[in-house]
């Protein structure tokens, strides 16, 4: 309770300076970011992730909240919502976030007026909806608003982890969704950045190896059923490398993967590595990995009880599964592989080239 009051009153303090960043950001190089340089006309060039990252900070000078699991909830959002509406979103508001609170929760759920954006009537009918910017209007499509909204609700549960995770199953009612959000927390926290987008191919690309689109041939073996996946042959004992920055999800025996790990990344996507001949020592379930970091190496095990090889020749069966916040299912990770293996090879062409 202490410390409850203590963030409490923090936030009373912080909000007067809160207010004046939003006003007064493009002069101070802050949110926006749109002052110019001393001398220069050009406008300096800031990314969305650092747009993203200013915002975060500020609530969390505001609320308390870490600004990690504010970045993860907005990129767990981020990650479900169809990409045809994140495009409209965009246009239509120019938001950088992509959080936005259900309807029914923001207006509240016996409002008559679904998209009421007055802040008295939607706290008068059980709404979570704030004006964070001071313009009178509680508006769900405002970055500031939404993601002060987001802080304000997370913290009316309390401010420990703990709390924040029963914040979020109250909300999306799914287990799945408070792992997912931790995951990303725990990531943006280790490595201290937003932009996790770099990859590698899951071999080194000096070895000897070779691969084609096997998604969807007939498997036979434990029953009928598709491949979903890319078969990557390769000798025994070829290195094999995390493609993305991720957490390792799952490690053990599978019947039919044999040795396998499975990675979550950033973008709500796992990927699967089967029938390795072993692992990377200290990698264990819910260590991070970055691209082109060492998690075990080709094989063949797998098609029986634990420890059964040799059914097939070597190779990585490397799959993808993305979750879409009700279901997880697989899609082709040719067009991926071939995208990674180009980027790294061009990549190399232009060091040895310096």
């Given at each position: 309770?202490?410390?409850?009051?203590?963030?409490?009153?923090?936030?009373?303090?912080?909000?007067?300076?809160?207010m004046?960043?939003?006003?007064?950001?493009?002069?101070?190089?802050?949110?926006?970011?749109?002052?110019?340089?001393?001398?220069?006309?050009?406008?300096?060039?800031?990314?969305?992730?650092?747009?993203?990252?200013?915002?975060?900070?500020?609530?969390?000078?505001?609320?308390?909240?870490p600004?990690?699991?504010l970045?993860?909830?907005?990129?767990?959002?981020?990650?479900i919502?169809?990409?045809?509406?994140?495009?409209?979103?965009?246009?239509?508001v120019?938001?950088?976030?992509?959080?936005?609170?259900?309807?029914?929760?923001?207006?509240?759920?016996?409002?008559p007026?679904?998209?009421?954006?007055?802040?008295?009537?939607?706290?008068?009918?059980?709404?979570?909806g704030?004006?964070?910017?001071?313009?009178g209007?509680?508006?769900?499509?405002?970055?500031?608003?939404?993601?002060?909204?987001?802080?304000?609700?997370?913290?009316?549960?309390?401010?420990?982890e703990?709390?924040?995770?029963?914040?979020?199953?109250?909300?999306?009612?799914?287990?799945?969704?408070?792992?997912r959000?931790?995951?990303?927390?725990?990531?943006?926290k280790?490595?201290?950045?937003?932009?996790?987008?770099?990859?590698?191919?899951?071999?080194?690309?000096?070895?000897?190896?070779?691969?084609?689109?096997?998604?969807?041939?007939?498997?036979?073996?434990?029953?009928?059923?598709?491949?979903?996946?890319?078969?990557?042959?390769?000798?025994?004992?070829?290195t094999v490398?995390?493609v993305?920055?991720?957490?390792?999800?799952?490690?053990?025996?599978?019947?039919?993967g044999?040795?396998?790990?499975?990675?979550?990344?950033?973008?709500?996507?796992?990927?699967?590595?089967?029938?390795?001949?072993?692992?990377?020592k200290?990698?264990e379930?819910g260590?991070f990995?970055?691209?082109g970091?060492?998690?075990?190496?080709?094989?063949?095990s797998?098609?029986?009880p634990?420890?059964?090889s040799?059914?097939?020749?070597?190779?990585?069966?490397?799959?993808?599964?993305?979750?879409?916040?009700?279901?997880?299912?697989?899609?082709?990770?040719?067009?991926?592989?071939?995208?990674?293996?180009?980027?790294?090879?061009?990549?190399?062409?232009?060091?040895?080239?310096?």
């Open positions: 309770m202490k410390s409850q009051r203590f963030a409490r009153g923090k936030a009373a303090w912080c909000i007067a300076c809160v004046l960043i939003t006003s007064f950001g493009p002069i101070l190089g802050i949110g926006a970011a749109e002052a110019n340089a001393p001398g220069t006309t050009e406008k300096p060039v800031v990314s969305v992730f650092q747009q993203r990252r200013t915002l975060y900070e500020e609530m969390e000078l505001l609320t308390s909240v600004w990690y699991w970045a993860a909830v907005d990129q767990y959002e981020r990650t919502t169809p990409r045809k509406e994140q495009q409209q979103q965009v246009q239509q120019q938001r950088v976030t992509g959080f936005r609170f259900k309807e029914a929760f923001w207006s509240g759920p016996l409002n007026d679904p998209e009421d954006r007055n802040p008295a009537t939607i706290e008068l009918f059980g709404g979570v704030k004006d964070a910017t001071a313009d209007a509680a508006d769900p499509t405002n970055d500031r608003d939404a993601l002060y909204t987001l802080a304000s609700y997370l913290t009316s549960f309390g401010y420990t703990d709390d924040f995770r029963i914040a979020l199953w109250r909300y999306y009612q799914h287990d799945a969704a408070v792992e959000i931790r995951q990303f927390a725990k990531m943006y280790h490595w201290g950045k937003l932009d996790l987008s770099d990859s590698a191919f899951p071999l080194p690309l000096r070895s000897s190896y070779t691969y084609r689109d096997t998604w969807g041939d007939r498997r036979g073996w434990g029953g009928l059923r598709i491949h979903e996946g890319t078969d990557i042959f390769a000798p025994m004992g070829v490398r995390s993305c920055y991720g957490i390792v999800e799952t490690k053990g025996w599978n019947p039919y044999g040795w396998r790990i499975g990675i979550r990344d950033i973008q709500n996507r796992y990927h699967y590595y089967a029938h390795l001949q072993g692992y990377e200290g990698i379930v260590h990995v970055e691209p970091q060492t998690i075990g190496w080709v094989g063949s797998g098609y029986g634990p420890g059964t040799g059914k097939f020749p070597p190779h990585l069966h490397y799959g993808i599964y993305r979750d879409t916040g009700s279901t997880e299912w697989a899609f082709d990770p040719y067009p991926l592989l071939k995208k990674w293996e180009q980027a790294e090879r061009s990549k190399k062409n232009k060091r040895a080239t310096k």
